[in-house]
């Protein structure tokens, strides 16, 4: 496994391996992917190897512009033309009907594929050089942190990966939002920093929001992010509503834990037991730190990591669904 600083060279080096079907680590706006061929079964069965991942997920291509939609897409519907010419690039993938080229590989075995234009220059250079579609789901074992640093990267996959292109912090943080427009109506598959609301006004149409975002196993898994639990830490992570924080921080402390906590408002104070970080107040800069916060209190072995419920508003809903796929209810 190489890290490299983004240049030319290094660009260049990410094409020839991803031409012989190897895994490349890239950053996008969102969080950093782990790449591959997406026409290239071998290479993307990598993917799932260097995970843990089952072969049912599938996973999103990436691609450099909605002028590649119909390299992969059998139908390009009008609303994911719009959808298109409204976010990307940017954190949105579009779920639509596959060509019969694309690999069930990428699929999950499924007849749809999820595609999205990143909103990064690595990634928009390493796309334009490539010349085709880059499977990617994020560059973590399965289930685990998100990676929103090449550290992390490196740290997770180490040698599973074959070079890890270096962009520095990923700028929103969460994962992408995810529509599905193989069907008549447009559903929402994953939040995400784009709302809901946001579409609905793009489409100028209701936006179903299925039973299968509150209760992840009752569908199947028809794109990334549906497992009811994900994105998680190894040390048990508690997310606990404001009122309630201290009453169950000194029922801990009481236990003779040692604990970590990442809050939102409230004010806790460290002692030799209790590490303490606080995030920022706004959404954006929230999402942008909670991946890398998490692993850093999971780096440190606490017995638990206590996480403050964050607003439960519509801004915050990807943000408070991460979170609640990465942690246990509060006691």
């Given at each position: 496994m190489k890290l490299l600083a983004t240049n030319n060279s290094a660009i260049e080096q990410a094409v020839n391996l991803?031409?012989?079907?190897l895994l490349v680590a890239f950053p996008t706006e969102t969080v950093y992917g782990l790449g591959a061929d997406a026409s290239n079964p071998k290479a993307v069965a990598r993917i799932f190897t260097a995970k843990s991942?089952?072969?049912?997920?599938p996973l999103i291509v990436h691609i450099a512009d909605s002028a590649c939609l119909s390299d992969w897409a059998e139908e390009i519907p009008d609303a994911a033309l719009k959808l298109a010419e409204r976010f990307w690039p940017g954190p949105l993938a579009i779920i639509l009907n596959k060509k019969s080229h694309v690999p069930l590989a990428v699929t999950g075995g499924q007849q749809t594929v999820g595609l999205r234009v990143p909103n990064h220059p690595v990634a928009l250079q390493l796309l334009r050089e490539f010349g085709g579609g880059i499977a990617a789901p994020s560059a973590n074992r399965f289930c685990r942190i998100s990676p929103t640093q090449a550290q992390h990267v490196a740290?997770?996959?180490g040698d599973a990966v074959d070079l890890i292109l270096d962009g520095g912090a990923c700028q929103i943080g969460v994962e992408s939002t995810i529509v599905d427009l193989s069907a008549a109506t447009p559903r929402l598959l994953r939040h995400g920093q784009i709302t809901a609301l946001q579409i609905q006004e793009a489409l100028q149409t209701e936006l179903i929001i299925p039973d299968s975002l509150k209760h992840p196993q009752s569908e199947e898994i028809r794109a990334p992010g549906m497992m009811a639990v994900h994105y998680a830490p190894q040390t048990t992570?508690?997310?606990c509503p404001a009122e309630r924080l201290q009453n169950v921080i000194d029922r801990l402390i009481a236990e003779n834990k040692k604990i970590g906590v990442m809050t939102y408002q409230s004010v806790i104070t460290e002692t030799g037991k209790i590490k303490v970080l606080r995030m920022p107040e706004a959404v954006d800069t929230y999402a942008q730190y909670m991946y890398a916060s998490l692993r850093e209190l999971d780096h440190q072995q606490f017995d638990m990591i206590v996480v403050e419920q964050p607003p439960a508003t519509e801004a915050w809903r990807a943000i408070n669904d991460r979170l609640n796929k990465a942690t246990v209810a509060y006691l």
């Open positions: 991803l031409n012989q079907g991942r089952p072969a049912n997920h740290e997770e996959l992570t508690l997310l």
